[in-house]
C-alpha cells in the first residue's frame, strides 16, 4: 500500500471511528515509501497527465492531485495496479488501472 494511500485512509478511517478496522488493514499490509528509484516514474506520470491535458488549471486542484500522481508513480515502480475512479490516468503508459 502507497503510503500517500495509508495517510488518506488514516484521515478518512479516524473521522469515521473504524481506526481498528485500518489496524487489520495496515497488519496484512506493505507500506511502500517513494525514494529515489520513485522520481522517474513521477517524471513520466505527470508528464504523460500534461501532454493529455489531465492536470487541473486550479492550483487547488492540483494539490489534491499531487498525491495521486505520486500514489501512480508507486504502482508504476512496483508493477502494481492503481485503483482509481478517475479517468486522470488513463494515458499514463506502464500503468494498470483499474476502475471501481
Same mark, same amino acid.
Given at each position: 500500500?502507497?503510503?500517500?494511500?495509508?495517510?488518506?485512509?488514516?484521515?478518512?478511517?479516524?473521522?469515521a471511528n473504524l481506526n481498528e478496522l485500518l489496524e487489520q488493514l495496515i497488519a496484512v499490509s506493505i507500506v511502500i515509501?517513494?525514494?529515489?528509484?520513485?522520481?522517474?516514474?513521477?517524471?513520466?506520470? /505527470?508528464?504523460?497527465? #500534461?501532454?493529455?491535458? @489531465?492536470?487541473?488549471?486550479?492550483?487547488?486542484?492540483?494539490? %489534491? *492531485?499531487?498525491?495521486?500522481?505520486?500514489?501512480?508513480?508507486?504502482? /508504476?515502480?512496483?508493477? #502494481?495496479?492503481?485503483? @482509481?475512479?478517475?479517468?486522470?490516468?488513463?494515458?499514463?503508459? %506502464? *500503468?494498470?488501472?483499474?476502475?471501481?
Open positions: 500500500m502507497p503510503l500517500f494511500v495509508l495517510a488518506e485512509l488514516r484521515l478518512g478511517f479516524s473521522r515509501a517513494p525514494d529515489a528509484s520513485t522520481v522517474p516514474h513521477y517524471v513520466a506520470t /505527470r508528464n504523460a497527465m #500534461l501532454r493529455s491535458r @489531465t492536470i487541473p488549471a486550479k492550483r487547488e486542484a492540483q494539490e %489534491g *492531485l499531487s498525491h495521486d500522481i505520486w500514489i501512480a508513480a508507486l504502482c /508504476r515502480q512496483h508493477d #502494481l495496479p492503481l485503483l @482509481t475512479n478517475d479517468r486522470d490516468f488513463d494515458h499514463v503508459g %506502464g *500503468l494498470r488501472v483499474i476502475r471501481w
